[in-house]
């Protein structure tokens, strides 16, 4: 679907397109390993999941507002802390995206075929990232059809699994080698529909609970909440601003409080159903723990609807998460730390060639982990992005926050605690990876500005108060590798929407329509 939506949007339509992402993977997927971890304390996972999301969504809040435009927390970083703390935002939202693509597309085919998702994960990337790489968007009618969609079958699972309490059929394929250090959990055969679960498939999943194990819980669960930022930098105006006005401070915290509380609270009720209607040995065990707690096989109109949103809700993270890769690397190129060739954009507004490196490492981290393993790692990389994100707030003076500067204290050591308790394995896989794209980005700085015949030089310019517009870069910047698109780089104006009818080039930046900024999950 192209981009047709105005240039401002209401705040309850920017609600709806922050929802989006949010629902999209994670509600399918994490209340399965969370529960094995923190077994009946799985709500308190949740909870604190959700403080976490809360502190970065404010921080990432106020520093849009400081910085309006492209660029998120990689541009957060550099402006407020250094270079190389950008550059490790940057490759954190570049990995984890990559990952959450993978983890989305997974889920799909546990949800569309059980038992073979690889099948159907392979060219469900293939598809969806060709048709990100033509630069279509989502539009304000999609994002209200999917979230509609979605909260109406959360509600009737939550409904369903709070009024009954009776054994659910093991039609749902079982999760594989779930990467958190313990042995393949086993659920009962695709075609032992209504089997009682054996002795030792409960021994198996049967697993002590322990305060590090609700924290790694929660650091899975936050997966589920990764996307808030759209809604954060689409309501953060400045003050002064044409948007800053229409919606004024008090519409903004209101609008970024109702992208967490209602993502939250739904959470609550589905793990609180869940619970009721599943033992937690085989609440542990499920690879379509939604589907088994409706009935599955018991109650197949009802799996089929749950099935059904799932692919609609994971195809489309999938879409955004695949669109964010271009965007960073685009932002990334901007400044030199990327090749400008990445950041280069298609006829259609698409970014080719980082397009279909996000596509080939999606495929990749498909044929080389499972869902939980490709959760985590997007989780890791997401907390370390707002542990970022949040130590970069704290720098902001009093007179530029709409919240206050404890919740950036206390989401920096909560990002950081939540990410190294993650499983030993994706942690250790996500800092090598770190290190390395960072060690890379600052070679291709360096090297980009010698090349320049300048190494002093800097990021594209801004200003102090309201939005880029393109008489700000002047033309005596245009040949100074800012990215505008005559240079092959990112387009500093229109990163996420490319012109169309009725847009001028000329207009200041309004951001995407789209829920792609946080794939995630995104990160």
């Known amino acids: 679907m192209p981009e047709t939506s105005p240039p401002r949007r209401r705040s309850v339509d920017a609600v709806v397109l922050g929802l989006a992402p949010m629902l999209g993977t994670g509600v399918f997927l994490v209340f399965a390993p969370s529960a094995w971890l923190a077994g009946g304390w799985l709500p308190l996972a949740i909870v604190l999941a959700g403080l976490v999301a809360a502190c970065a969504a404010f921080a990432d809040a106020d520093l849009a507002a400081r910085y309006p435009g492209s660029g998120a927390g990689y541009?957060?970083?550099?402006?407020?802390?250094?270079?190389?703390?950008?550059?490790?935002?940057?490759?954190?939202?570049?990995?984890?995206?990559?990952?959450?693509?993978?983890?989305?597309?997974?889920?799909?085919?546990?949800?569309?075929?059980?038992?073979?998702?690889?099948?159907?994960?392979?060219?469900?990337?293939?598809?969806?990232?060709?048709?990100?790489?033509?630069?279509?968007?989502?539009?304000?009618?999609?994002?209200?059809?999917?979230?509609?969609?979605?909260?109406?079958?959360?509600?009737?699972?939550?409904?369903?699994?709070?009024?009954?309490?009776?054994?659910?059929?093991?039609?749902?394929?079982?999760?594989?080698e779930n990467g958190i250090g313990a042995a393949a959990?086993?659920?009962?055969?695709?075609?032992?529909?209504?089997?009682?679960?054996?002795?030792?498939?409960?021994?198996?999943?049967?697993?002590?609970?322990?305060p590090f194990g609700v924290l790694t819980a929660a650091g899975l669960v936050f997966f589920a909440f990764l996307g808030f930022s759209s809604v954060s930098r689409d309501n953060s105006a400045p003050a002064g601003s044409a948007?800053?006005?229409?919606?004024?401070?008090?519409?903004?915290?209101?609008?970024?409080?109702?992208?967490?509380?209602?993502?939250?609270?739904?959470?609550?009720?589905?793990?609180?159903?869940?619970?009721?209607?599943?033992?937690?040995?085989?609440?542990?065990?499920?690879?379509?723990?939604?589907?088994?707690?409706?009935?599955?096989?018991?109650?197949?109109?009802?799996?089929?609807?749950?099935?059904?949103?799932?692919?609609?809700?994971?195809?489309?993270?999938?879409?955004?998460?695949?669109?964010?890769?271009?965007?960073?690397?685009?932002?990334?190129?901007?400044?030199?730390?990327?090749p400008s060739w990445l950041g280069a954009p298609g006829a259609r507004g698409g970014r080719w060639f980082s397009g279909l490196l996000g596509v080939a490492g999606a495929v990749l981290v498909v044929v080389l982990a499972n869902p939980v393993a490709a959760v985590a790692i997007t989780a890791c990389c997401g907390l370390v992005y707002y542990a970022v994100v949040n130590l970069a707030a704290l720098r902001l003076p009093a007179s530029q926050r709409r919240w206050p500067k404890w919740t950036s204290a206390v989401g920096l050591p909560l990002c950081l605690g939540l990410a190294v308790l993650l499983p030993r394995t994706q942690v250790v896989i996500v800092g090598l990876l770190l290190v390395a794209g960072c060690l890379t980005s600052t070679l291709l700085s360096r090297r980009g500005a010698l090349g320049a015949g300048n190494p002093g030089a800097g990021p594209p310019p801004r200003r102090e108060a309201g939005r880029m517009t393109r008489a700000d870069l002047g033309p005596a910047n245009l040949g100074k590798g800012l990215g505008t698109r005559g240079e092959g780089g990112a387009d500093l104006l229109d990163d996420d929407c490319p012109p169309g009818p009725g847009r001028s080039r000329e207009r200041p930046l309004e951001g995407s329509a789209g829920v792609a900024p946080d794939g995630g999950n995104g990160c």
């Open 75 to 176: 541009r957060y970083a550099r402006e407020q802390l250094a270079p190389c703390a950008g550059r490790l935002a940057g490759m954190a939202a570049l990995i984890g995206r990559t990952s959450s693509a993978a983890a989305s597309a997974l889920v799909f085919g546990d949800y569309v075929l059980p038992g073979h998702p690889i099948v159907v994960a392979v060219p469900l990337i293939v598809v969806v990232g060709a048709l990100s790489l033509t630069g279509m968007r989502w539009t304000v009618r999609g994002a209200w059809v999917l979230v509609s969609g979605v909260l109406a079958v959360l509600a009737a699972v939550t409904v369903i699994g709070l009024t009954r309490h009776s054994p659910v059929d093991w039609a749902v394929a079982p999760m594989p």
């Open 243 to 338: 948007a800053g006005e229409e919606r004024g401070p008090a519409a903004s915290r209101l609008a970024v409080s109702l992208v967490l509380l209602i993502p939250l609270v739904s959470y609550l009720l589905v793990a609180a159903a869940l619970l009721h209607t599943l033992d937690l040995p085989r609440l542990a065990m499920e690879s379509a723990p939604l589907v088994a707690g409706v009935g599955g096989a018991d109650a197949p109109a009802l799996g089929v609807l749950v099935r059904v949103a799932a692919a609609a809700a994971t195809a489309c993270a999938l879409f955004a998460a695949l669109g964010g890769v271009g965007r960073t690397a685009a932002d990334m190129a901007a400044y030199r730390d990327l």
């Open 185 to 210: 959990q086993p659920g009962g055969a695709p075609t032992a529909g209504g089997l009682p679960m054996p002795t030792e498939d409960a021994g198996l999943a049967a697993h002590p609970v322990t």
